[in-house]
């Protein structure tokens, strides 16, 4: 029986379909046989993230009679990918007869690993519906305030329909370690107060510039920047995927999960928050707040290990390098201004008049004498090989 992990977002723009495509290659490297299944209804998000132009869709399966077999694309760089486009919406008004062979076809994803379900962004009939059935959802949040409460909405409405698997959460574009530890606090600190709902930290994914350039390429971050931090990080969470195992999950065949799932898009589902007096706002205010992270905070988002890695991931992303090399700048700048100080000093005790003042000044030893030779260059590098030793 596959491990079925339901992969959401609260709202769209948050990195969801690009983490479900490479967090499936990295399991798949893993000598796991994963299946990536297209559900973002309409948009077919992996068919343009890949490039891929695929003969059959979800849709010729459910309206066409395909089989299986020939909507599946076959080993892209090792995974199996069901491409969705339009269909989706179809399933849910099948007849009986026709629901029951495509839970047939469906029997046959049985022989996967992992199956990931890469949803639509947002709170939807479908998107909902693919949540209820899984027994894992894993929701992609980033430190953005929208980001946030939206999730946050998302969250609300599967807990006000009654879902009761495993809830597990994503932190991606984020600019820190401690801008992520601050996010997931926040949203995990409203979800457990006002919903009553456990999270747990899956992982962090870091600003990087390299995914911009794999989306432009067409092809996964992993192929095209395997060392990239958020190459890394992905791989990160890939294994903590691997090692946390299903254990304390029940087990479920695939049958079970589209019974699951016709269920749901069959009934009338709560799709809008109950509307208490204030607790909305209140709920909003805490997840965007600006406040240091839960201090009973345990369940913090896993930091990455940097060691041994050609590119580390580390608590600040690998391209950002402008602060260090500014911070240095204005320290040389401090030491130069310092040093001209104390040479004006220098040059104006010297060229007094007779008669002004004393020619040496107390407490300036090594500053008077008959020539003072201006080379800042020198006197910079004697200064810093003296601070060295």
């Given amino acids: 029986m596959p491990r079925v992990i339901t992969i959401t977002s609260g709202k769209g723009g948050v990195g969801k379909t690009n983490i479900s495509l490479n967090l499936a290659l990295h399991l798949a490297s893993q000598e796991k046989k994963t299946c990536l299944f297209d559900a973002d209804l309409g948009l077919a998000n992996i068919n343009i993230l890949l490039g891929l132009q695929p003969e059959y869709t979800l849709k010729d399966l459910v309206l066409e009679g395909r089989d299986l077999q020939d909507i599946l694309i076959k080993d892209y760089e090792g995974i199996d990918i069901l491409p969705g486009s339009s269909g989706v919406e179809e399933l849910a008004n099948l007849g009986e007869e026709q629901t029951a062979d495509l839970t047939k076809s469906f029997a046959k994803l049985e022989e996967y690993d992992f199956l990931l379900f890469d949803t639509s962004a947002g709170i939807s009939k479908n998107v909902v519906s693919f ?14 305030p929208t980001s946030l409460t939206d999730a946050y909405s998302l969250v609300k409405v599967l807990s006000m329909n009654g879902y009761q698997g495993k809830l597990s959460v994503i932190i991606n574009q984020c600019k820190d370690f401690a801008v992520a530890k601050s996010a997931y606090a926040k949203f995990r600190g409203a979800i457990q107060k006002y919903l009553g709902v456990q999270v747990h930290a899956l992982g962090v994914v870091f600003e990087d510039r390299n995914v911009v350039k794999a989306v432009k390429e067409q092809r996964p971050l992993l192929l ?54 204030g607790e909305k706002a209140k709920a909003a205010q805490e997840v965007q707040a600006q406040q240091e992270p839960l201090k009973q905070e345990s369940d913090n988002p896993p930091e990455v290990d940097d060691s041994g890695r050609e590119e580390a991931v580390s608590k600040e992303p690998a391209q950002d390098t402008t602060e260090p090399i500014i911070n240095q700048l204005a320290k040389s700048l401090a030491t130069v201004s310092e040093e001209l100080r104390l040479i004006r000093n220098a040059l104006e005790r010297n060229g007094r008049p007779k008669g002004m003042g004393n020619e040496h000044v107390a407490g300036r030893v090594g500053l008077r004498g008959p020539k003072i030779k201006l080379d800042l260059d020198g006197f910079l590098r004697a200064r810093e090989a003296g601070n060295s030793k």
Avoid at 131 to 144: D, G, M, Q, R, S
Avoid at 239 to 268: I, N, T, V, Y
Wanted: hydrophobic letters at 40%; glycine letters at 6%; proline letters at 7%.
């Fill in 131 to 144: 949540c209820l059935a899984a027994l894992e959802v894993v929701v992609i949040i980033t430190p953005e």
């Fill in 224 to 277: 095209v920047s395997p060392n990239s931090t958020a190459s890394q990080c992905i791989r990160k969470i890939g294994q903590k995927l691997l090692e946390g195992g299903e254990e304390d999950l029940p087990e479920m065949e695939m049958a079970g999960f589209w019974k699951r799932w016709w269920s749901a898009m069959r009934s009338p589902l709560r799709l809008k928050e109950n509307k208490q007096p």
